[in-house]
């Protein structure tokens, strides 16, 4: 299985740029004000997978002094109409920004997405949006639309956006197992626990990042300390065990670290949240408010409730042999 090399992080050089449409543009070196116009994959982006790199390498392989860029949308639109939704996100906001430059973008425009932007058309989000971040080549997959009710696709950019200067490029959608790789796809080898299949389609392990936060440190008093991370609008692999792997991004000279988790409610101590708490193997750091990416690398076993602490010592005792084992044979 591909494993993280280092911790998620935006690289410096790259520029992030928030703009709802409603409002100025809140920059001054966009194309129109004399900068290098831009070569761009657009995109919801969620989880940067396989798919979604080849688009963004169309772009910063474009050439022509244009600046490899993505464009993409916050909230992700699906969360705009559907508020209540259940978590479905395949990485969160500070993790995509970093995925994106890591996938080689210099410039990141995330459009807000907003009843302004619900309302736009098609053809005013080719002839005036695009224009305004000073697009010249665009890059998306064949299915990607767009527009007020999606009336707008790869064809119309083609057409309608020559007459201000804009070069449409559609990029054939990458296939794994013969199936097309998509976030759809991915949300589902998570949710059945097939880890592997979902870290082939990411070209790297499902990550889930948080700020470590206070726990009933339950987990000292029978010997294994943890790392509580709250779960946000991430999706949720089975409630259970896995073996992980983990980065922290505020110390990126810090060796990766392994380790074993359980994601879930924590039945035995009668949870009331959702929660991954982490075991980290032979780590002494001071992890409270830290970030932390963490990798779900293997299935060991669903969570359990147990009769009291001494059967979950034992369990967890097991858990982590299990996690060493599987931590061995990758190396």
């Not at 007459?163 to 759809?184: K, R, Y």
């Not at 991004?249 to 039945?267: E, F, L, S």
């Amino acid at each position: 299985m591909p494993d993280l090399t280092r911790p998620l992080q935006i690289a410096p050089d790259c520029q992030l740029i928030d703009w709802s449409i409603s409002q100025p543009l809140p920059i001054s070196d966009l194309a129109d004000h004399g900068a290098p116009p831009l070569a761009a994959a657009i995109g919801n982006f969620d989880g940067v997978h396989l798919g979604h790199r080849k688009l963004i390498a169309g772009a910063c392989s474009h050439g022509d002094g244009l600046i490899p860029s993505v464009i993409t949308f916050h909230p992700h639109p699906r969360r705009y109409f559907q508020p209540d939704l259940p978590g479905f996100a395949l990485a969160d906001d500070t993790d995509k920004l970093a995925l994106l430059s890591d996938a080689g973008a210099k410039r990141i425009i995330r459009l807000e997405f907003d009843d302004a932007m619900r309302q736009t058309t098609a053809h005013e989000f080719v002839s005036r949006i695009l224009p305004a971040l000073g697009v010249r080549a665009l890059y998306a997959g064949a299915d990607f639309a767009f527009g007020k009710q999606r009336s707008g696709n790869m064809d119309m950019i083609r057409e309608d956006g020559r007459q201000f200067g804009i070069d449409a490029h559609t990029v054939e959608l990458v296939s794994e197992n013969d199936a097309i790789i998509s976030s759809s796809r991915i949300r589902a080898a998570i949710a059945r626990a097939d880890m592997a299949e979902a870290a082939r389609m990411l070209g790297r392990p499902y990550v889930i990042s948080g700020h470590v936060c206070h726990g009933e440190k339950r987990g000292r008093t029978i010997g294994f300390p943890t790392a509580n991370i709250m779960l946000g609008d991430y999706v949720l692999p089975p409630f259970g065990v896995y073996a992980i792997s983990a980065w922290l991004p505020d110390a990126p000279d810090q060796p990766k670290m392994t380790g074993v988790a359980n994601i879930g409610m924590r039945p035995t101590v009668d949870g009331q949240t959702p929660r991954l708490e982490a075991n980290l193997f032979d780590v002494d750091l001071d992890l409270y408010d830290r970030r932390i990416n963490v990798s779900f690398l293997d299935f060991i076993r669903p969570e359990q409730r147990f009769d009291n602490l001494d059967q979950l010592r034992h369990h967890i005792a097991q858990d982590v042999e299990s996690a060493r084992a599987f931590h061995a044979k990758q190396n």
